[in-house]
């Protein structure tokens, strides 16, 4: 929060843009992400070549959470895996700040019996947050309609 710019936001959602290959979070959603950083409420990960950003995540944080929200990478190099150093980075930050967890969010799995099949970038992105270790908890959400 100390080292937070809006240019670096914005590089970061230029980022994603080019990588989703279309706009998926509006101008006023990544100004939040912004404030959320700004008030230390999460925190930024980034990594550039030549002063070219070519990854970054942001993660939540709470006084025993860190949660991991959104991150992007340039495709680089015989598409070698940008962002898994950053989110090790991410981990250890974590940890020396004194969050206790670190949720990485749903994992997908291909023949789920009770949700319909996933699409093959959700098994890839579940991939890749499994190969963080760590354990899997089953969660219950719970919606109420008024």
């Known amino acids: 929060y100390k080292n937070i710019n809006e240019?670096?936001?914005?590089r970061f959602m230029d980022?994603?843009?080019?990588e989703a290959g279309r706009e998926t979070k509006s101008k006023n959603s990544w100004l939040n992400k912004y404030n959320i950083i700004k008030n230390n409420e999460g925190f930024l990960v980034t990594g550039e070549i030549?002063?070219?950003?070519?990854?970054?995540?942001l993660f939540s944080i709470s006084?025993?959470?860190?949660?991991?929200?959104?991150s992007a990478s340039r495709s680089y190099k015989n598409n070698k895996p940008l962002f898994h150093s950053l989110m090790w980075k991410a981990i250890y930050f974590a940890k020396t700040i004194g969050c206790k967890y670190f949720e990485i969010g749903e994992?997908?799995?291909r023949n789920h019996p009770n949700i319909s099949k996933p699409l093959e970038?959700?098994?890839?992105i579940s991939t890749f947050k499994s190969g963080f270790g760590g354990?899997?908890?089953?969660?219950?959400?719970v919606e109420m309609q008024f």
């Open 121 to 124: 970038k959700e098994i890839g």
């Open 63 to 70: 006084s025993n959470y860190a949660d991991y929200q959104v």
């Open 107 to 109: 994992i997908v799995y």
């Open 15 to 18: 980022l994603h843009v080019s």
């Open 50 to 57: 030549n002063g070219e950003l070519i990854s970054a995540g």
């Open 7 to 10: 240019d670096i936001i914005f």
């Open 135 to 141: 354990s899997t908890k089953a969660i219950v959400d």
